[in-house]
């Protein structure tokens, strides 16, 4: 069975690239624009991995990581941010929020992303 | 900026981008240190002859013009700090603007490369790979700019996770594969323990033997060797990169880890580069509790190494 994976990017060509990308990965893709749609998607599609920005439009990534973790049926799924920030104190706030790990987006290609992935999917 | 609250000379004058002797710390010592003598010169010049209200008016005289003097100096400061501070903030915002549209074509054309090659003519894939190399230098150069600005914010921020040091190796010198059979120099890397690891940050760490590796390409002689090295020590270990090149003159050695300082020879020979890379390499080792040194035979070549401990 393919892996769930919910995307939330607010950028439109990093979103489709991603996508289209982990899509060919066979990863089952799920996309979101902004914070309160990734939340929804989360609850509706409980995925087994989320892919997390954190300037978005509607709710920041902090405000979803906080969310996810009030709700007892998605609480548990592994987070990777996938950020531009990459400032001590913006990491280190969503990692204590309960992010599992983050990623400088530039600095990864997308077939090391899919590594992190598959790496944080064995470990959760 | 912390100047106020930070008395730590050399801190001041790093976050200031100034000089030790410039750092508002230092100047006070030294207002204080003119203040005592003047003070001095002041009571033994006229204890003989003047009133004691005449002492005292030219004692009072002597503090108040020194630390008038003194406050001017240092309001400077603070201002060429903030200065500093909005010059950073300003490299930083630009290069995280920039990173989204040079994230956007990289991971485009590894797509590209990797779902659509088939559809592409061998000039098409020609081209698709110039493309991509200089947007990977773009995106060096961006990241470069943007490391700095945060080293100046006290800001780096590296991930402590374990790496294994002989598959990073392993990359970089692949990756430098292409510019080393440009000019026909060849890359002997040292046995390595498969398990050996380290715990930083992988990709900072990469930055640092990249810089390294390519350094040692870019300072070479034609048909040179660099030779990368591993020498571990209790609990240490100690990571070489040596060149047969132009090495380093002597007058030049103070400078090296200077920010934007490039070296005669290097703009001479018309080598390509930022100035910034030793800077963020010593910063990153340093921060991973690591301390980087050289070594350099004018004419002969150089040896850059850093130490770091292992797991």
Not at chain 1, 27 to 53: Q, R, W
Not at chain 2, 7 to 30: K, T
Not at chain 2, 59 to 88: D, F, H, P, R, Y
Request: charge should be neutral; include cysteine; aromatic fraction near 6%.
């Amino acid at each position: 069975m393919n892996k769930k994976i919910l995307i939330v990017e607010d950028d439109i060509t990093l979103r489709q690239t991603l996508a289209e990308f982990l899509d060919a990965e066979n990863f089952s893709v799920i996309t979101a624009s902004d914070g309160e749609k990734a939340i929804y998607a989360a609850k509706n599609n409980l995925p087994d991995i989320i892919l997390l920005d954190i300037i978005l439009p509607k709710k920041n990534g902090y405000e979803v990581i906080e969310e996810i973790k009030k709700d007892e049926k998605i609480k548990d799924i592994p987070i990777i941010l996938l950020t531009n920030l990459g400032s001590l104190s913006d990491i280190e706030k969503a990692l204590n929020l309960g992010a599992t790990t983050y990623l400088v987006k530039g600095d990864y290609k997308l077939s090391e992303i899919v590594e992190k992935i598959k790496e944080t999917l064995v470990i959760a | 900026m912390r100047i106020k609250n930070d008395l730590n000379i050399r801190r001041q004058a790093r976050n200031l981008g100034i000089s030790v002797w410039q750092a508002p710390s230092f100047l006070f010592m030294i207002m204080a240190f003119i203040i005592i003598v003047l003070m001095t010169v002041v009571f033994y010049i006229s204890r003989n002859q003047a009133s004691p209200e005449y002492l005292i008016v030219a004692e009072v005289a002597v503090v108040v013009i020194i630390l008038s003097i003194g406050n001017v100096i240092i309001t400077n400061m603070e201002k060429m700090a903030q200065i500093n501070k909005m010059k950073s903030e300003f490299v930083s915002i630009v290069s995280h603007q920039l990173k989204t549209p040079l994230t956007g074509i990289g991971w485009d054309i590894e797509l590209m490369l990797a779902n659509y090659k088939k559809g592409l003519s061998k000039k098409q894939l020609e081209i698709m790979e110039k493309i991509n190399e200089s947007n990977a230098i773009m995106t060096r150069m961006v990241n470069d700019l943007l490391d700095v600005a945060r080293i100046d914010q006290g800001d780096l921020s590296l991930k402590k996770e374990k790496i294994n040091m002989k598959e990073l190796i392993d990359k970089v010198v692949e990756k430098n594969k292409e510019l080393a059979e440009y000019s026909n120099i060849d890359i002997v890397v040292d046995k390595i323990r498969s398990d050996l690891e380290i715990i930083s940050d992988e990709k900072k760490m990469e930055v640092v033997l990249d810089n390294l590796v390519s350094n040692a390409i870019k300072y070479n002689k034609i048909d040179g060797k660099v030779f990368v090295t591993v020498k571990e020590d209790d609990k240490k270990a100690k990571f070489c990169v040596k060149d047969e090149g132009i090495g380093i003159p002597e007058n030049e050695r103070g400078r090296l880890f200077e920010k934007f300082y490039r070296g005669q020879g290097a703009s001479n020979k018309g080598i390509n580069g930022t100035g910034l890379g030793l800077y963020i390499a010593k910063n990153i080792v340093e921060q991973s509790e690591g301390s980087m040194s050289y070594k350099s035979i004018e004419g002969k070549g150089s040896e850059f190494c850093f130490q770091v401990p292992t797991v």
